[in-house]
């Protein structure tokens, strides 16, 4: 069955530390990858995308996120954390299958970051 | 960027009752709409995709007659919880995207509805 796999369920850490979130996904046809956060009090928004060419992608506020096809992963990515980066972070994977579109999202890490 | 508008934002009814949450895409045609779940603290789940054109594709484990979906127009698609149960309670998300196929996926999610079922 296709599913989207996020290791953190929750990653505490302080600011200016890295950040790396990881996510497998099984599914062996072509995929389009997307990571989403969601704020506290919002609604989901799009961190970044990857479609298909260099499978280093940079998104919005410092994050980005490398496709290893091999590996099936997406991990996400930001070298210095904010105090404003804490919010939920989900991994998505759309599939394409028969003529539709499928998008599947990993279980979600919840991040905290402390002053 | 692309607007989606969901109604009602809270909803409360009886069990036994029936309750309609509308999901618009505000100044883009969807060509596919998404309905997803999400109970506290997890994640989203699918539960069906609706084409403009075509039936809803529901997800394993997900009741059609319980849970009617009717992409009406390209800007419009529409849950209907049918006698609806408290664990039906939850909080109901609908995403569009403005295109399909190959670059598809990029989704506007909706604010989101929140069904209490008493």
């Known amino acids: 069955a296709q599913s989207v796999s996020q290791h953190n369920h929750h990653v505490i850490l302080s600011e200016a530390a890295s950040l790396e979130l990881g996510c497998n996904y099984s599914?062996?046809?072509?995929?389009?990858l997307f990571w989403y956060v969601q704020y506290p009090g919002q609604h989901l928004q799009l961190l970044l995308k990857y479609f298909s060419g260099d499978p280093l992608v940079k998104g919005i506020k410092g994050f980005e996120a490398e496709f290893i096809k091999s590996k099936f992963s997406f991990n996400l990515r930001k070298p210095s954390v904010q105090w404003s980066d804490t919010a939920e972070y989900f991994c998505?994977?759309?599939?394409?299958?028969?003529?539709?579109?499928?998008?599947?999202f990993g279980a979600g890490t919840r991040l905290a970051v402390h002053p | 960027g692309a607007v989606v508008s969901q109604h009602p934002s809270r909803v409360i009814c009886k069990s036994g009752t029936s309750v309609k949450i509308e999901c618009r895409s505000l100044d883009f045609q969807a060509t596919t709409m998404f309905w997803y779940r999400q109970f506290p603290k997890q994640s989203l789940m699918l539960m069906a995709t609706s084409n403009e054109g075509s039936k809803a594709t529901y997800e394993q484990g997900v009741e059609k007659d319980k849970f009617l979906i009717n992409h009406a127009s390209l800007t419009l698609s529409t849950l209907t919880v049918t006698s609806a149960h408290p664990e039906d309670s939850s909080f109901y998300i609908c995403?569009?995207?403005?295109?399909?196929?190959?670059?598809?996926?990029?989704?506007?999610f909706g604010e989101g509805s929140r069904l209490t079922v008493l």
């Open positions: 599914y062996g046809g072509t995929v389009n």
């Open positions: 998505a994977v759309n599939l394409f299958s028969g003529g539709y579109n499928k998008l599947i």
């Open positions: 995403s569009a995207a403005s295109t399909s196929g190959r670059r598809g996926g990029e989704l506007f």
